[in-house]
């Protein structure tokens, strides 16, 4: 069910086995890391062909990953998608990741409007959360850019010796503020 989709300079091709390396460049970046606090950085070529085998394989397929491709010279500049989708309650969890150079240069929020548009008319999903480091300030404005809202918090498992408080974040997508990030971003 999942396509390859385009924005105005973007492209989002569903990830493929060929992005291993690209995968493996990305979250070995220290600044994409910094404050991703579920998983360890990933570690070889070969440990990201095992997140792709993950995103393509594992069923049900709750999750999905595009690779965010520059159109105006097609490099691979991030990633963006979803997992833990709940079918039966139209819930889904959103995150995305951008390499550092092209930071602040509105590429996210352009990704994020397409798949979340993607999300509400063909995955019938209706809420989107985030789960965002409090102290990760792009992320939250980010968010909060695309309409989501402030919805609780909570405490990842511990990593490193530390327990990482995260604000959740929600986008409404039958409500006002999903929707219109939408439409407003195409
Ligand atoms: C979060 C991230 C993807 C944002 O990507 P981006 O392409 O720079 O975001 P955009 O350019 O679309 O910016 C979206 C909004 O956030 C704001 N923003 C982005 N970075 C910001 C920062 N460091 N400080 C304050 N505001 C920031 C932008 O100004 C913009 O709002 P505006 O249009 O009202 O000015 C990027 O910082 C990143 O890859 N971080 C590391 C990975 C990560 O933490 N992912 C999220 C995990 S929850």
Same mark, same amino acid.
């Given at each position: 069910?999942?396509?390859?989709?385009? &924005?105005?300079?973007?492209?989002?091709?569903? =990830?493929?086995?060929?992005?291993?390396?690209?995968?493996?460049?990305?979250?070995?970046?220290?600044?994409?890391?910094?404050? #991703?606090?579920?998983?360890?950085?990933?570690?070889?070529?070969? +440990?990201? %062909?095992?997140?792709?085998?993950?995103?393509? @394989?594992? @069923?049900?397929?709750? %999750? !999905?990953?595009?690779?965010?491709?520059?159109?105006?010279?097609?490099?691979?500049?991030?990633?963006?998608?979803? !997992?833990?989708?709940?079918?039966?309650?139209? $819930?889904? +969890?959103?995150?995305?990741?951008?390499?550092?150079?092209?930071?602040?240069?509105?590429? &996210?929020? $352009?990704?994020?409007? /397409?798949?979340?548009?993607?999300? /509400?008319? *063909?995955?019938?999903?209706?809420? =989107?959360? /985030?789960?965002?480091?409090?102290?990760?300030?792009?992320?939250?404005?980010?968010?909060?850019?695309?309409?989501?809202?402030? &919805?609780?918090? %909570?405490?990842?498992? @511990?990593? !490193?010796?530390? *327990?990482?408080?995260?604000?959740?974040?929600?986008?409404? #997508? +039958?409500? !006002?503020?999903?929707?219109? /990030?939408? %439409?407003?971003?195409?």
């Amino acid at each position: 069910m999942f396509i390859d989709l385009e &924005t105005e300079r973007l492209s989002l091709k569903c =990830i493929g086995y060929d992005d291993a390396e690209f995968f493996y460049k990305q979250f070995s970046t220290d600044e994409v890391n910094q404050y #991703l606090f579920d998983v360890e950085p990933c570690s070889s070529v070969e +440990e990201a %062909q095992k997140w792709i085998r993950f995103y393509l @394989e594992s @069923e049900p397929r709750n %999750q !999905h990953r595009w690779i965010i491709v520059l159109k105006e010279n097609g490099e691979k500049i991030g990633t963006c998608g979803f !997992h833990c989708w709940n079918r039966e309650t139209g $819930e889904i +969890e959103m995150g995305y990741d951008l390499q550092p150079s092209y930071w602040r240069k509105g590429y &996210t929020s $352009e990704a994020l409007a /397409a798949i979340m548009k993607f999300a /509400a008319e *063909k995955m019938k999903v209706k809420k =989107i959360f /985030a789960h965002i480091s409090v102290d990760n300030i792009a992320s939250i404005r980010t968010c909060e850019k695309m309409g989501f809202v402030k &919805t609780g918090k %909570q405490y990842y498992e @511990e990593m !490193h010796g530390k *327990k990482y408080l995260h604000d959740i974040y929600c986008a409404d #997508l +039958e409500g !006002h503020f999903g929707f219109i /990030a939408c %439409q407003n971003r195409e």
